[in-house]
């Protein structure tokens, strides 16, 4: 076959392709140059890219178990796990010797593709999912927005959007207005699109933010359709108040944006929005869990046998709030998030309530805008696009932080970045697990390996990282991504277009039990009491 030049689209380098390519992705930008990869695209059929995959003499980890087998993969599913399984010439064959076989990642929490008050994100669907494929994660669930409140036209927009997947990928629905029309639009989105989550914008004040009122009609409703309520935890209106402070006081730079929305203002509004939710008897998920103040309402909340879940991210767990104080504007600016990236010592409590089940599993809120778009902030940090990247990240770090570190264990990895996930969102065990039948959605780990994160070599657009320099141990060496291999010795093979979009059913684990708890509440009102009318 003849090797062709060929443009990554968002890099200015060239590289070797492979000349089965039917599939052109239009090369319209080349916005960086960011080091050295090396990536092919080509069709899924007909390339060198094998439908038989065994994977031979690896730790296999599940969330519950794990064993030295071979994992057999045919067509896109895992069709065998056992040791010492033989096969014909045919299929191809990677030794995992020494390494850990786990499944794929799940990132529960991304914004790909988004219009984000002030601008676009800088990753669409292609150039996010081939970053994380990179880095091990294999699946992605994008929030939607709505279009001037449809829910419809968000829903059409993003599945245009979505068309150049070369993952799997799933939705969420962001709600951020209330009518009739939306509450329709809901059950259509549940029973007819295969959305199963609505998230509730606490903050954004004039933009996204929805108030009391809109929360508990938005959480009986997700409950009437076994939807999950999403929250994003924190007091706008205060925020308003203390940004307002800020410019009075000069402070104009990114630490004016931590500084306006403290601990305590998402202390509170998990507080609320947990006893909202318990109020209306349904489940709830906190994203993007920041502080310590979040965190305990989340565990008092479960030590009282609530149904509370609670997401960690990636910049949460592992940087603290010393890059938002940086000099640099870039450097700050680059660390702007909400809710902020908090002061050292909330990373390591959320390190440990992730440990110990406080909290359930790890997202990233990958929601990236390069130092150009962060710059529209540089004279008001109001200004700056809120968002940190992360989905290339994610894997390593949490490999690297919780378990070379000891704090946890390989089955307890795999829980905490794709099994819970694949539960609560109600595709488990078709995802989140390496057993006969599951999608072939693999990783093959090497933890003696090391891996180093730079904006210089990373596979998604923005010329910035904020995990810069970060380093340790636990390198993904191979990802399958629907029984392909999409990355290996350090080549990523994606083919825009082969990513499916994975419907999500309603009514997960989560809401076991919740009408019998409903009934016993009613049958514990006393009431209406029965009342004799006056004798005369
Ligand atoms: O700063 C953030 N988190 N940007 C993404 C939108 C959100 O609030 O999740
Ligand atoms: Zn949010
Ligand atoms: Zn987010």
Not at 207 to 231: F, H, Q, T, Y
Not at 259 to 274: D, H, N, Q, Y
Not at 500 to 523: C, Q, T, V
Request: glycine share 10%.
């Amino acid at each position: 076959m003849a090797e062709l030049r060929f443009t990554f689209p968002w890099r200015k380098l060239e590289f070797g392709f492979v000349i089965c390519l039917l599939v052109l992705f239009p090369i319209t930008k080349s916005e960086q140059v960011s080091g050295v990869c090396s990536v092919a695209y080509g069709e899924s059929e007909g390339c060198s890219s094998s439908s038989k995959i065994l994977i031979k003499g690896g730790t296999v980890v599940n969330a519950h178990h794990q064993e030295v087998a071979d994992v057999y993969v045919e067509d896109g599913i895992i069709v065998s796990v056992q040791p010492n399984i033989n096969v014909g010439d045919d299929v191809k064959v990677i030794d995992a010797t020494g390494k850990y076989v786990m499944p794929g990642g799940i990132d529960p929490h991304t914004h790909l593709a988004t219009e984000f008050i002030v601008s676009e994100t800088v990753d669409d669907f292609f150039s996010g999912q081939a970053g994380a494929l990179a880095g091990g994660t294999t699946m992605n669930i994008n929030f939607v927005l709505p279009v001037d409140g449809s829910l419809t036209a968000g829903f059409e927009e993003f599945a245009e959007k979505a068309k150049t997947s070369c993952m799997d990928y799933g939705f969420h629905m962001a709600i951020t207005k209330w009518d009739e029309t939306v509450e329709k639009e809901m059950e259509i989105m549940v029973k007819e699109k295969g959305i199963n989550s609505f998230k509730f914008f606490l903050a954004y004040k004039e933009a996204l933010m929805i108030n009391d009122e809109l929360l508990v009609r938005g959480l009986k409703k997700c409950k009437s359709l076994g939807a999950l309520p999403m929250v994003h935890a924190e007091n706008g209106d205060a925020i308003a108040e203390a940004q307002l402070e800020m410019i009075d006081l000069g402070i104009t730079g990114p630490e004016g944006h931590a500084l306006s929305r403290p601990a305590v203002l998402e202390g509170e509004a998990t507080a609320r929005a947990i006893r909202l939710a318990a109020f209306v008897n349904t489940p709830i998920y906190v994203v993007h869990v920041m502080s310590i103040d979040a965190m305990e309402e989340i565990a008092k909340a479960r030590k009282a046998g609530q149904r509370v879940i609670g997401e960690p991210i990636a910049a949460g767990l592992v940087l603290n709030e010393s890059g938002i104080f940086d000099p640099s504007f870039t450097v700050a600016a680059m660390n702007l998030m909400s809710p902020p990236i908090r002061k050292a010592g909330h990373d390591k409590a959320l390190q440990g309530a992730l440990a110990t089940g406080v909290l359930q599993l790890v997202g990233t809120d990958h929601c990236s805008f390069n130092s150009t778009q962060k710059a529209l902030g540089i004279d008001d940090f109001r200004m700056v696009p809120n968002g940190v990247n992360g989905i290339e990240e994610r894997m390593h770090l949490v490999w690297n932080t919780m378990v070379e570190s000891g704090l946890i264990t390989p089955p307890d990895y795999v829980r905490i970045t794709s099994t819970e996930c694949a539960k609560i969102f109600n595709i488990y065990p078709r995802k989140g697990a390496i057993l006969a039948g599951s999608d072939a959605d693999i990783i093959i780990l090497n933890p003696k390996a090391s891996f180093e994160i730079s904006a210089a070599t990373h596979h998604t657009k923005s010329d910035t990282n904020v995990f810069e320099g970060q380093r340790g141990k636990g390198k993904v060496e191979v990802t399958i991504a629907g029984g392909k291999v999409v990355w290996e010795g350090g080549e990523l093979k994606v083919v825009p277009g082969s990513g499916r979009y994975i419907e999500l059913p309603p009514f997960s684990y989560l809401f076991d039990g919740i009408d019998k708890l409903d009934a016993k509440y009613k049958s514990s009102l006393g009431a209406p009491v029965q009342r004799f009318k006056a004798s005369t």
